[in-house]
């Protein structure tokens, strides 16, 4: 089965900034970053649908943003001023449906990247 892939992954101090990327296999259906820290649930963080409008929880609201390349298939994830609790394992994922806002379920999704690790330390 062909998956997403994502990339930037890494280690950075707390107020520092990262930025995600993942190809994705096609664009014209919603794509959500999920993100999962150790003995906690996958939960949904920001999600990108069909027509490019963009949705997140209220943890990332104004630090993060979503966005995507749809002529090269290519999603992004910017993250600023992150925290040490923003330290998780971060997933590329692609629903089902071309409309979506969050919350969003694990459930919901059709194919999840591998995953790419994001720490940040004080």
């Known amino acids: 089965q062909v998956r997403p892939v994502e990339s930037g992954g890494g280690s950075v101090q707390a107020g520092e900034s990262l930025k995600l990327s993942c190809t994705v296999t096609?664009?014209?259906?919603?794509e959500v970053w999920f993100r999962q820290a150790p003995g906690k649930e996958r939960e949904a963080i920001a999600s990108i649908d069909a027509d490019g409008s963009p949705s997140y929880t209220d943890s990332v609201k104004g630090r993060f943003t979503i966005s995507k390349d749809a002529a090269k298939n290519r999603l992004f994830l910017e993250m600023s001023n992150l925290k040490p609790e923003d330290t998780s394992m971060y997933y590329c994922a692609e629903l089902w449906d071309r409309w979506c806002r969050i919350p969003l379920s694990a459930s919901d999704v059709r194919v999840w990247g591998q995953g790419t690790q994001v720490t940040v330390s004080s």
């Open positions: 096609r664009s014209d259906y919603c």
